[in-house]
């Protein structure tokens, strides 16, 4: 497994994780594409993307924004089909985690889709929202981790 994490810095990078997210969120997960894009997805000081490279090829992606002092919120985790169960995701959240404590935050937040909770609960998030909650039509859950 020769894998590579970018901290995405072009307009190039930025687009191969926004054609993985559309291949899993818009076209696998039927997410209206308007709901899926915002203002978060440009390059900049307010968003930190990333990307897991396989073999030179994007297989995932992930943002990471600032939510509140000191605590990141984690958004947009997702592993293009092909490369699911070969523990990408947990790979990359890890950076994204390690990342966020590179910019002095303490603490990681994220909306996690139920059927992950799981995946989320192994890595040391727990839920702290009393109940699920719809995000573009898909339950989710709110988890949060001390970093």
Do not use: W
């Amino acid at each position: 497994m020769a894998v590579e994490i970018v901290n995405v810095t072009t307009d190039e990078q930025l687009q191969m994780g926004l054609a993985i997210r559309k291949e899993v969120f818009v076209v696998e997960q039927k997410v209206p594409a308007e709901e899926e894009i915002d203002e978060y997805d440009v390059i900049g000081d307010h968003a930190h993307h990333f990307l897991l490279l396989d073999n030179g090829l994007p297989a995932a992606t992930g943002r990471l924004i600032y939510y509140k002092a000191g605590t990141a919120k984690m958004q947009r985790i997702a592993v293009h089909k092909e490369y699911r169960s070969k523990g990408y995701g947990r790979i990359l959240l890890l950076a994204m985690e390690e990342r966020a404590r590179e910019l002095g935050l303490e603490a990681s937040i994220l909306d996690g889709q139920c059927h992950a909770e799981a995946f989320y609960t192994k890595l040391g998030y727990e839920v702290i929202s009393k109940e699920p909650f719809y995000d573009a039509g898909i339950l989710h859950v709110r988890m949060q981790k001390a970093l």
